[in-house]
């Protein structure tokens, strides 16, 4: 699996951003695809994620701000990302996961993209 991410880029605060990753490869191997990032100094952490049958969850902080949803290709996952803070400000990673034998697996981390939110 690969995964092709784009989207991020400066906004100011309030501001909205759309960002894309789109998967390549054996994707029906795929079981969630999902958004995480990492702010400098900190940790990366989940942000949103989607399973197969578009069931979602998000971090607490993006809750009522942040979207997660599939495209009609089902290999293509966007994160609409509104009400920007910049606590936001991160590098943003696509990621993909199987789950199998009761655990969960990374099958491909895309590139990261830099969301800035910043007056």
């Known amino acids: 699996v690969q995964l092709q991410a784009s989207g991020g880029g400066l906004v100011q605060p309030g501001g909205s951003l759309r960002l894309s990753c789109t998967a390549s490869?054996?994707?029906?191997?795929?079981?969630?695809m999902g958004w995480y990032r990492q702010a400098p100094g900190k940790q990366r952490e989940l942000v949103a994620a989607?399973?197969?049958?578009?069931?979602?969850n998000y971090t607490g902080s993006v809750k009522g701000r942040f979207t997660i949803s599939r495209g009609d290709a089902k290999n293509t996952v966007y994160l609409q990302m509104n009400s920007l803070k910049p606590e936001d400000t991160a590098v943003y990673y696509c990621?993909?996961?199987?789950?199998?034998?009761?655990?969960?697996?990374?099958?491909?981390w895309g590139r990261g993209t830099l969301v800035t939110v910043s007056s």
């Open positions: 490869g054996s994707i029906s191997s795929i079981t969630a």
């Open positions: 990621n993909a996961v199987r789950f199998e034998g009761g655990h969960f697996y990374d099958l491909a």
């Open positions: 989607i399973t197969g049958n578009d069931r979602t």
